[in-house]
């Protein structure tokens, strides 16, 4: 066994160790504490990020078909985010309006969340869509929280906030400045994050 073969088997090994050590902690369905969510939408970006391989995507040991961005750009991004889950929950536990208001709160807070996470990566795109769509579970956490709820509620409510946002955000598009899940819709008809959001994640409910 060569060298390169003998560390990549250790690291083989190392992966399924850390795996189970993950899945041992795993979730009840007595666990999901609603005063959590920041924490546990922090655990999972790292977890993401570090779970190797993943086929062109940034993990702990490559950078993927990525040149400008590897893990410590979505370290750096990572940090941002914890603190944006955290605010919006935060946020969210203290509105007092309807779910509407609270999306317009939580639209005014991410312009700000999403300046910082570009300035710390360098103007390097590594984390919006989970900003975007991590920051809403959070928000409506502390919503459900506020309101008396359990997390059974999320995803209603979660649908009930997002109604219409492809149609409104996708159908009249600025072609100058489209992002690159907003050129998949364009040429596509993909909804990308914003029809996850919107179908209360039917990626994560049915398959995930």
């Known amino acids: 066994m060569s060298k390169e073969q003998f560390l990549l088997q250790r690291v083989d090994n190392n992966e399924i160790k850390i795996a189970n050590e993950v899945y041992s902690c795993r979730l009840s369905p007595f666990d999901a504490d609603l005063q959590k969510v920041g924490q546990y939408l922090t655990q999972a970006i790292l977890l993401e990020v570090s779970t190797h391989p993943k086929p062109g995507l940034v993990t702990r040991l490559s950078n993927g078909a990525h040149k400008d961005m590897s893990i410590f750009t979505f370290m750096m991004s990572s940090a941002v985010l914890s603190k944006a889950f955290n605010d919006l929950q935060d946020i969210g536990q203290a509105h007092r309006g309807t779910l509407a208001e609270l999306f317009c709160k939580l639209r ?35 919503y459900a929280m506020n309101m008396g709820l359990s997390r059974d509620a999320l995803l209603p409510l979660i649908k009930e906030m997002a109604a219409g946002l492809v149609a409104r955000e996708l159908k009249n598009l600025d072609h100058a400045a489209m992002t690159a899940g907003e050129k998949l819709y364009y040429k596509y008809g993909i909804t990308g994050i914003r029809g996850e959001v919107e179908n209360g994640f039917p990626s994560v409910v049915n398959y995930g």
Do not use: D, H, P, W
């Open 108 to 142: 005014s807070y991410g312009v700000g969340a999403e300046a910082e996470l570009l300035r710390v990566t360098k103007g390097v795109n590594t984390q919006r869509g989970i900003l975007f769509a991590g920051g809403i579970v959070s928000a409506v956490s502390g």
